[in-house]
Nanobody
Framework: QVQLVESGGGLVQPGGSLRLSCAAS????????MGWYRQAPGKQRELVAV???????NYAESVKGRFTIARDNAKNTVYLEMNSLKPEDTAVYYC???????????????WGQGTKVTVSS
């Protein structure tokens, strides 16, 4: 089994910054990608940013230039540095990891429990 534990959410004023962290643990052979999704009230969950094992990244257009995703492969941890936060960034942020548990098996997605980010004055 694989567990993802997130931390770092909270309340911040517009223009402020927050850093989210997500650590994966358990039975892990390899992690292909780690990323962050978010879901605002009444909206579908959407991709925020993803980082692949080789280091390449993808970002949602709405966060480009403001958010930075980084990964520590040795610690199986992914970070999301969020700057210039806007009220529309308010959401529950979920960590995702595509994990191969055992060599030769297909990778599958695992999710964290979510951490709430509120941007408000």
């Amino acid at each position: 089994q694989v567990q993802l534990v997130e931390s770092g959410g909270g309340l911040v004023q517009p223009g402020g910054s927050l850093r989210l962290s997500c650590a994966a643990s358990g039975s892990i052979f390899s992690i292909y990608a780690m990323g962050w999704y978010r879901q605002a009230p009444g909206k579908q969950r959407e991709l925020v940013a993803v980082i692949f094992s080789g280091g390449s990244t993808n970002y949602a257009e709405s966060v480009k230039g403001r958010f930075t995703i980084a990964r520590d492969n040795a610690k199986n941890t992914v970070y999301l540095e969020m700057n210039s936060l806007k009220p529309e960034d308010t959401a529950v942020y979920y960590c995702n990891a595509r994990v191969t548990v055992t060599m030769g098996t297909l990778p599958r997605d695992y999710w964290g429990q979510g951490t709430k980010v509120t941007v408000s004055s």
